[in-house]
């Protein structure tokens, strides 16, 4: 079996095993795999073929890893208004509790909401701002 054929079959069972286990590293390592098959091509012996693999791979995988680590970390999905779709809406809660929670009635159910900052229970129209649990957090709107 040529050179070439081998590091091709490489990067294709990369590829397949991502498409099973959602590994996006082992597209990376696949990169990798095909630049071996290209220096295969070009004539580079095989001890060239593995370290054209291990520069072009590795440099990949480093290079996916550096940019989601400078990215930071998203909202958790308790406050993130993208994956819940309850943030930023308003309420009205008509009376507080003693304890500093209130029950409304929002879309369809009762639900507890409890305010994120420190301020005095007022009843009025209120905008939520997170989702802990079956709370729902809010601000004065």
């Not at 590091?7 to 286990?21: H, P, R």
Request: net charge positive; charged share 15%.
């Amino acid at each position: 079996m040529a050179d070439t054929t081998f590091w091709w079959l490489l990067a294709g069972a990369c590829i397949v095993l991502e498409l099973v286990t959602g590994t996006f590293y082992l597209l990376m390592l696949a990169l990798g795999f095909v630049a071996a098959a290209l220096a295969a091509y070009l004539g580079l012996a095989l001890p060239g073929q593995i370290a054209t693999a291990a520069i072009a791979g590795g440099g990949a995988v480093a290079i996916w890893y550096a940019v989601r680590s400078a990215r930071g970390r998203k909202d958790r999905a308790s406050g993130n208004p993208d994956l819940n779709l309850d943030i930023g809406e308003t309420l009205t809660v008509d009376r507080w509790n003693p304890d500093g929670t209130a029950s409304v009635h929002y879309r369809g159910a009762r639900w507890t909401v409890v305010q994120r900052a420190a301020q005095p229970p007022v009843a009025g129209t209120y905008r939520v701002v997170g989702v802990v649990g079956n709370r729902l957090m809010v601000d004065k709107a």
